[in-house]
């Protein structure tokens, strides 16, 4: 089936740097979503990208849905310690209803 | 406005035995979604449900899991019998409606260790 590969894995940085995640498919996708999950909640929606370019930001988060349609990218600017968590990257691929998740990049904040 | 509400929040149970989770969507949200998420993993879809029928429930394992959303509203999500490899959070989620563009919104999870 249908898989996204996301990295890093896991990020350690210091309070205040800019973090940059990505995901990538072997498919084209119409969809990206970016999630982000915080210890014992579920996902929260972040940032939707509909459009093959599309680049969108939501405060000090911004996304961008790859030409290829392959792949997409989240950077945090200016990262805070509430920022700890899991961030997940979603697609839906053409004619799916399903959404289809990465395995998160685990996002830790040192002191 | 209130969440999508999911119980128990934990649940550990041996192999074999059978377990439900519940979950009351948003108000209003058509589809509903039930996902696993197995330590490491990010979730991945069951079943959706639109109203009170199924949409998808191509990776649900129908031998042992099942399913029901009777009145289109709440959902219960059963496991009979229970394997190790169960193990995991069972999370659902709601969205108002079904097409490109649809936020999901989850709920907190059901967490379920399997002995």
């Known amino acids: 089936g249908q898989q996204l590969n996301q990295s890093p894995q896991s990020m350690f940085i210091q309070e205040g740097e800019d973090v940059s995640m990505n995901c990538t498919s072997s498919?084209?996708?119409?969809?990206w979503l970016w999630y982000k999950q915080d210890p014992g909640e579920g996902p929260v929606l972040l940032i939707a990208?509909?459009?093959?370019?599309e680049l969108t930001s939501n405060g000090r988060l911004t996304a961008q849905f790859g030409i290829t349609r392959k792949d997409s990218f989240l950077n945090i600017s200016a990262s805070i310690p509430s920022d700890v968590g899991i961030y997940f990257c979603a697609g839906r691929a053409p004619g799916d209803d399903k959404i289809i998740f990465g395995k998160g990049t685990r996002l830790h904040i040192l002191p | 406005e209130a969440g999508v509400a999911q119980s128990p929040r934990y649940k550990i149970i041996e192999k074999r035995q059978s377990v439900a989770f519940w979950c009351n969507p948003i108000s209003g949200h058509a589809t509903l979604y039930w996902y696993q998420q197995i330590l490491g993993q990010g979730p991945k879809l069951l079943i959706q449900?639109?109203?009170?029928?199924?949409?998808?429930d191509s990776q649900l394992p129908k031998d042992r899991f099942s399913a029901e959303r009777l009145k289109g509203v709440d959902s219960t999500l059963k496991i009979q019998p229970a394997k190790l490899e169960d193990s995991a959070v069972y999370l659902c989620?709601?969205?108002?409606?079904?097409?490109?563009?649809?936020?999901?919104?989850f709920g907190p999870g059901t967490r379920l260790l399997v002995l």
């Open positions: 498919s084209i996708f119409n969809t």
């Open positions: 449900f639109q109203n009170n029928g199924v949409v998808d």
């Open positions: 989620a709601s969205s108002f409606v079904r097409d490109i563009g649809e936020t999901q919104y």
């Open positions: 990208l509909y459009k093959a370019g």
